[in-house]
């Protein structure tokens, strides 16, 4: 098993940032990829950027420019810093952990709620 802990969201004005955290613990050895998905109120949870022990990165369309997902392996953990929010960024970001870079795994944080005033 594997747990991941997320930490870092609140509220923000737009065009103003924020850096989420995501500590992953357990069985780590089974993880290669972790990103960050975000759902808001009546829609499909969808992804924002993911990583690989690789480095390799992916991201949605809409971050794109915006928001940076980076990883430290010695810590297990997580990062994704989001610049230049705006009020559609608002969602419940949740973290992700498994096996495939453009694929959601099985392990899930939490969540942390992101809002962005306009």
């Known amino acids: 098993q594997v747990q991941l802990v997320e930490s870092g969201g609140g509220l923000v004005q737009a065009g103003g940032s924020l850096r989420l955290s995501c500590a992953a613990s357990?069985?780590?050895?089974?993880?290669?990829?972790m990103g960050w998905y975000r759902q808001a109120p009546g829609k499909q949870r969808e992804l924002v950027a993911a990583?690989?022990?690789?480095?390799?990165?992916n991201y949605a369309d809409s971050v794109k420019g915006r928001f940076t997902i980076s990883r430290d392996k010695a810590k297990n953990t997580v990062y994704l810093q989001m610049n230049s929010l705006k009020p559609e960024d608002t969602a419940n970001y949740y973290c992700?952990?498994?096996?495939?870079?453009?694929?959601?795994?099985?392990?899930w944080g939490q969540g942390t709620q992101v809002t962005v005033s306009s």
């Open positions: 992700n952990a498994g096996p495939l870079l453009r694929q959601y795994g099985n392990y």
């Open positions: 357990g069985s780590i050895f089974s993880i290669n990829a």
């Open positions: 990583i690989n022990s690789g480095g390799s990165t």
